[in-house]
């Protein structure tokens, strides 16, 4: 799975409309947050810096919800944007998550484990496997 790195909202523009998990990289308005949602009609989520994500309006937070998008916190570890655009969530991210869940931990242990294995956020990996149980529902 691969997260869209988004450095600046100069950015937002370029966006194709296929990107599903954005990571927003600056401090975003509500102006930004909208022009991301109308350039990229298929996100499923955006994630955003902790720091970053206090600031966003009340009024946000209802649009995206309404519109289906999760808003995740959280920071993308080590990537560096001017090698490539997009973090990618390696398959084995999700092999270990079937792994721990089969040895029947539940799901706040399972999001422990794997955040201090992978440094990814525990928003993005509760949204991972929610994701990960929706395919599988539909297939």
């Not at 370029?14 to 308005?29: C, D, M, T």
């Not at 990229?40 to 009340?58: G, L």
């Not at 209802?62 to 490539?84: A, C, P, T, Y």
């Not at 992978?118 to 929706?134: H, M, V």
């Amino acid at each position: 799975m691969r997260i869209r790195v988004v450095s600046s909202k100069e950015e937002i523009n370029s966006l194709g409309s296929g990107e599903k998990i954005i990571h927003l990289a600056f401090r975003p308005s509500n102006k930004d947050i909208f022009a991301l949602v109308q350039a990229c009609p298929n996100v499923k989520a955006i994630h955003i810096p902790s720091s970053y994500i206090r600031t966003i309006s009340n009024s946000t937070k209802m649009f995206l919800d309404m519109q289906g998008i999760s808003l995740l916190e959280g920071d993308v570890w080590g990537h560096r944007k001017d090698i490539n655009e997009y973090s990618e969530i390696k398959p084995e991210v999700f092999d270990r998550m079937q792994e721990l869940k089969g040895e029947g931990l539940s799901e706040s242990s399972v999001l422990d484990r794997l955040g201090r294995e992978t440094r990814l956020s525990k928003d993005l990996l509760k949204f991972l496997i929610k994701e990960k149980e929706k395919t599988k529902r539909t297939k």
